[in-house]
């Protein structure tokens, strides 16, 4: 009997799909939140918005279209929203703010400003104009072709930021900090625990500083470059090929000296950790390979659900409590599911509200 | 101007990047909508809130037993006394000031935040940039100054930010996924060790500016690792 009941609820747990598209009006920002699940938002040249959603049957989807913002969230009739993998299309130049607590986000292809923070998952931007903010306390954070004030704060994810420019501002406590290919006139990245490697340009009158404690800082140095070099460690190593031969220099001082004409300015410090400072194709000048730690199974991420708000699947209930349960909320789904083949229970609210 | 004014021209204006007709525009319909005028109040005193607070560290209180005790002027566990700021060497063209601008989301928990820092210990919200920018106050005579009771209580609003951030982190563990709790433990593990090595270092060579702002930076990261920390409990609560 038991066996009846748990195939009965399983049948009625069945992944609905969730498709909508409406016009953006005169909102230029999108607000997505989720508790679990992955965010992932592509662009196109159309003022509208689509958005999909995978999600159980228990769960909807809200959106509320406001003048200003468009805001996004899951819900469920009771209790905490399951899972949602949400695929969202924006027009390109839209501004984001994409929060997930237990689980991927990634964007591609944006013309606008980005704002991504997750608590435990993999963040990939792509594209990004004027300010893009990543938070994450685990995981991993890329960023790739981003312009503007990139500001990028983690507890121990690895971070990594390619074919950029603007500002670049990074911090991990335990992580590694990878900069490659970029271009910026500001940098200020540091690692407490972790490695920080830069292979990238010094624009002139550009300010660029690079923090480790016990990890090592590697940064190549162009040909081209000219820089004013201000580096220290108080019991690590200095190192340096940038005059033809690999010469090492005292710990435990401060060393000032030009590459060219000067014109940036590039300081580098660190408690017990090596500074490098490499030519171009030189050995080492290789960057670290990131680990990633996805929680794409979504084991995690609904271990974290459950966490917060009690088992979200459980078996343990007595026969009226899961019959009553799952019935109630299931119905209209399984209606929708014969009458349309898909859920309608998203939520779009007219006229247009705004949520504050 | 008869649409709302978007929360990212909000930031525009009160970061002083708008012309003075867009001025003019965004607080004539301020004026007259109440809505935007409540979000452009929020962000306008949140913005000034974190800009009021210093852009200093100091050392912490346990420190100051090592660097008393080398300095051989102040007994341990006594409070110093006069304190000497001294300026950090920094880059010879200073970086831009660093935008400061909120989505309304974010706007709530600066709130939380600055409630925390309530008058300002660190520079914690104001971003890495400000490290270069940063002073540092040391002592070197004996108890009873009013500078020294500014570095003392200084110091003690830092303990108690982060005492109130790991308080919300004890008591929301049971909340955190384990992995992420353990991600946040080893990340706490590896900043207090860095700021353990370098306090020792302190007691040694307490004038260094370099180990002063190694100090300030780690404190900084600790700081942050324990706000994303609440604000997962938080958000969860």
């Known amino acids: 009997m038991n066996g009846i009941i748990i195939g009965a609820i ?32 592509g662009v196109w040249d159309r003022d509208e918005i689509r958005v999909q959603a995978e999600h159980s049957s228990r769960t909807f989807i809200e959106i509320d279209r406001g003048r200003r913002e468009i805001q996004i969230e899951s819900e469920a009739r009771r209790g905490p929203a399951n899972l949602v993998d949400f695929r969202i299309t924006v027009p390109r130049t839209f501004g984001l703010e994409l929060e997930a607590l237990y689980g991927d986000i ?32 685990t995981g991993t954070i890329i960023v790739d072709d981003a312009d503007g004030q990139i500001e990028i704060e983690s507890s121990s994810a690895d971070i990594r930021v390619t074919n950029s420019s603007g500002e670049i501002y990074a911090e991990t406590a335990g992580g590694t900090i990878v900069l490659e ?57 200095i190192s340096s090929n940038l005059g033809g031969q690999v010469e090492s220099l005292r710990s435990g001082q401060r060393h000032t000296f030009d590459v060219g004409t000067g014109g940036a300015l590039v300081e580098a410090e660190t408690y017990g950790g090596r500074i490098r400072l490499l030519r171009k194709g030189s050995e080492g000048a290789n960057a670290p390979t990131l680990r990633r730690t996805p929680v794409r199974d979504g084991t995690e991420a609904l271990l974290g659900l459950e966490m917060a708000f009690g088992p979200m699947f459980d078996m343990d209930h007595d026969f009226d409590f899961d019959f009553d349960f799952d019935l109630d909320l299931d119905l209209e789904h399984v209606i929708d599911f014969a ?15 705004i949520r504050r | 101007m008869s649409e709302h004014v978007s929360i990212g021209r909000m930031n525009d ?11 003019d525009q965004i607080e004539a319909h301020v004026g007259g909508c109440g809505a935007c005028r409540d979000d452009y109040a929020r962000i306008s005193e949140t913005v000034a809130a974190l800009r009021a607070l210093p852009r200093s560290a100091s050392v912490p209180e346990k420190t100051w037993a090592g660097i008393a005790g080398r300095l051989g002027t102040v007994s341990q566990g006594s409070t110093p006394d006069e304190a000497t700021v001294i300026e950090l060497p920094t880059a010879a063209a200073p970086p831009p000031e660093r935008r400061i601008s909120f989505t309304v989301t974010q706007l709530a928990a600066a709130a939380i935040v600055l409630s925390a820092i309530s008058a300002g210990t660190m520079w914690v919200a104001l971003g890495p940039t400000e490290r270069s920018e940063s002073t540092f106050a040391t002592t070197q005579a004996a108890p009873g100054g009013a500078a020294a009771r500014a570095v003392s209580t200084e110091n003690t609003r830092y303990v ?25 433990e080893e990340s706490l593990a590896t900043v207090d060790a860095a700021i353990d090595e370098i306090e020792v270092a302190l007691g040694d060579d307490p004038n260094s500016d370099l180990l002063l702002r190694m100090l300030a930076n780690h404190q900084r990261t600790k700081l942050g690792v324990l706000q994303r920390a609440a604000a997962a409990v938080q958000a969860q609560a």
Do not use: C, K, W
Request: aromatic share 4%.
């Open chain 1, 181 to 237: 290919n970029v271009s910026p006139t500001v940098v200020d990245v540091g690692s407490t625990g972790g490695r920080v490697h830069y292979d990238g340009a010094f624009e002139p009158g550009g300010t660029y500083f690079f923090g480790a404690h016990g990890g090592s800082i590697t940064i190549v140095v162009p040909e081209e470059a000219s820089a004013s070099f201000n580096v220290a460690t108080v019991h690590g190593s």
């Open chain 1, 10 to 41: 399983a049948a009625l747990s069945l992944v609905q799909q969730t498709d909508t598209t409406f016009a953006v009006g005169t909102a230029e920002l999108l607000n997505v939140e989720t508790m679990g699940g992955s965010i992932q938002v």
């Open chain 2, 160 to 184: 108690e930010v982060v005492d109130q951030l790991e308080q919300i982190l004890e008591e929301g563990r049971g909340v955190l996924a384990p992995g992420t709790l353990v991600t946040i």
């Open chain 1, 106 to 137: 990634s964007v591609e292809g944006s013309d606008g400003t980005v704002e991504a923070g997750t608590v435990q998952g993999d963040i990939t931007i792509v594209g990004g104009r004027g300010t893009v903010q990543v938070s994450a306390t």
């Open chain 2, 13 to 23: 204006a009160v970061d002083g990047l708008l012309s003075a007709s867009e001025m």
């Open chain 1, 339 to 353: 009458l349309h083949g898909h859920s309608e229970t998203e939520r779009v609210r007219e006229p247009a509200t």
